[in-house]
């Protein structure tokens, strides 16, 4: 094995007689050696993108999602009941969700003027902010704890926006009921209003309670920014009377330092197959997916390119194999078996694709350090006037080792029929 390596050595280093050998050699490794320091720099920039989304995620979706799998709402209490004795959760929050229509009536110009709009809203009780961070997303207006008597409403600000709201606009929440007279019916279809004080209800045994607003919230995420209202869970279970007790979806937030695994598969045995437990990549599981695909894919292509620059290895190989011919000959009159020669010439692939495997992720990591120290590259900005934002990256052992796995495997196999060609010289 000794002797291989050094002939292995020596035939890439030293110069050949053909100089056109050494050139073709040398081109395959700065070749090879740029493809793995794009793979690098392309797996860091997707390990940072995938961690920022996961980080964001925390503003507005908590670290265990219970939801039912056999229908859109279930009892708060039964399901509390058996998370009872769990320690690692800190905080538990109730969340309550149905589709209204939003009557926004404008302040300005024409008093009268109206526009309805269909929203999702979403009714959270006092611990909501503990487990959710709603506070750190606010844009507008100040956070007040979702207390028993609270009348705060939240809006998304895209929602907000799009319709040309004020703060001093009031508007009102509709949503289907079942607990209506028939003459309301009639009159209202069927709606139930929540309007501010002093004024009128609806209907003569609809309720009528005051919702003010108090600020806007941005999360990035157009679901929440566009469709989106937030109030006191108590308040809005009055829009569907029969909903008492009932519940979406529960957040937990868990101590510093859980496993978030183990404590997801305990609390998943003592829900049963009714529920689903979920962490923040469930819950947004589609995003996710696309960060995945994207990934791959961009892997198989730059693979793709570097399997396409591993051929030259194949010429360069061919053309050492017609000029060292004699020194085949004369090792195989020294007693040198097919199987010495050929592992030679596959060594010689192999050491060219190790120096270009070293020269890339050097190569590679130093631009993602560089990245990460001075910022090169920024996100791109509509406003030239704005504050640069650096593109991430996160350099992670793992794609170094699963680069180096993939660059000897080619080139492994693009120096397969070289060696074997040189294996049956006579």
């Keep these: 094995m000794r002797l291989i390596l050094l002939f292995a050595k020596r035939y890439l280093l030293v110069k050949q007689r053909t100089f056109a050998i050494n050139i073709i050699s040398w081109v395959t490794i700065i070749g090879l050696a ?11 920039s997707f390990n940072a993108l995938e961690s920022m989304i996961y980080e964001s995620q925390g503003n507005f979706r908590p670290e265990l999602l219970i939801e039912s799998n056999k229908g859109r709402l279930f009892d708060a209490d039964s399901a509390k009941g058996k998370l009872e004795g769990i320690e690692e959760i800190q905080h538990l929050s109730e969340v309550y969700e149905g589709y209204a229509f939003l009557q926004i009536p404008h302040s300005y110009g024409d008093s009268s003027a109206t526009k309805n709009v269909v929203v999702r809203y979403r009714g959270v009780d006092k611990s909501y902010n503990e487990v959710y961070a709603f506070s ?34 009031w508007p009102y929440l ?28 609806l209907g003569r045994r609809t309720p009528s309670l005051p919702l003010q607003p108090m600020g806007l919230f941005l999360t990035g995420d157009e679901q929440f920014d566009v469709h989106y209202v937030f109030g006191h869970i108590n308040h809005l279970r009055k829009l569907n009377p029969s909903h008492k007790g009932m519940v979406s979806q529960l957040g937990l937030s868990l101590n510093s330092n859980t496993d978030i695994a183990k404590v997801k598969t305990a609390i998943q045995q003592r829900l049963g197959s009714y529920f689903n437990v979920l962490d923040r990549r469930d819950q947004d599981a589609s995003v996710y997916r696309i960060v995945k695909l994207e990934r791959f894919f961009m892997v198989v292509i730059l693979a793709f390119i570097v399997g396409i620059i ?5 010429a360069a190989l061919s053309m050492l194999i017609m000029e060292k011919q004699q020194d085949i000959v004369m090792l195989r009159a020294l007693g040198a078996k097919r199987r010495t020669i050929f592992s030679l010439y596959l060594f010689q692939g192999m050491f060219g694709a190790a120096i270009a495997t070293v020269l890339g992720v050097i190569l ?18 509509p406003n030239p006037e704005a504050i640069p934002i650096p593109y991430p ?15 000897l495997g080619i080139t492994c196999l693009a120096s397969l029929y070289p060696a074997w060609r040189a294996s049956k010289v006579k």
């Design 364 to 381: 590679g990591s130093l631009i993602v350090v560089v990245q990460d120290k001075f910022g090169l590259v920024n996100f791109p900005q």
């Design 34 to 44: 740029i493809g793995a320091a794009s793979i690098i720099v392309l797996l860091s």
């Design 136 to 169: 750190s997303i606010l844009t507008e207006g100040y956070h007040i704890p979702f207390e028993q008597d609270s009348l705060a409403l939240y809006m998304g600000r895209n929602l907000f926006a799009e319709h040309k709201l004020y703060f001093q606009d």
């Design 174 to 201: 509709y949503a289907p009921t079942e607990d209506v007279l028939l003459e309301d019916i009639d009159r209202w279809n069927g709606y139930v209003r929540l309007s501010t004080p002093g004024q009128t209800s």
């Design 393 to 407: 990256v996160d350099w992670r052992l793992t794609d170094v080792l699963l680069i180096a796995l993939m660059m």
């Design 310 to 314: 591993s051929f030259n290895m194949i």
